[in-house]
Nanobody
Framework: QVQVTESGGGSVQAGGSLTLSCVASGRLFNMYSMAWFRQTPEKEREFVASIHSNGETIYYRDSVKGRFAISRDNAKNTVYLQMNNLKVEDTAVYSC???????????WGQGTEVIVAR
């Protein structure tokens, strides 16, 4: 059973930066595509960024392109989300997923909260 744990959330002023981390327990981390989603009470959960198990195919939602960067370190079973030039509208609970490339079984973390103040 894969466990996914996020960290790195917090409060920051608009224009600031945060780096989120997500660790997926277990073996064969390189078999998983990893992604970040976010959700607020007012909006449905939305996709933020993803990185394929090959580490080369990366996607972002339009509103974070040029500001956020997703990366992975397979040796540490970790995926990162570097968030720069944060905006108030980036405030949300950010959750990480691990999607096995063969079984397509998806594991979710509990989330980490990001608050961006004016």
């Amino acid at each position: 059973q894969v466990q996914v744990t996020e960290s790195g959330g917090g409060s920051v002023q608009a224009g600031g930066s945060l780096t989120l981390s997500c660790v997926a327990s277990g073996r064969l981390f390189n078999m998983y595509s990893m992604a970040w989603f976010r959700q607020t009470p007012e909006k449905e959960r939305e996709f933020v960024a993803s990185i394929h198990s090959n580490g080369e195919t990366i996607y972002y939602r339009d509103s974070v392109k040029g500001r956020f960067a997703i990366s992975r370190d397979n040796a540490k079973n970790t995926v990162y989300l570097q968030m720069n030039n944060l905006k108030v509208e980036d405030t949300a609970v950010y959750s990480c997923t691990a999607d096995h490339r063969d079984t397509r079984l998806v594991h979710w973390g509990q989330g980490t909260e990001v608050i961006v103040a004016r």
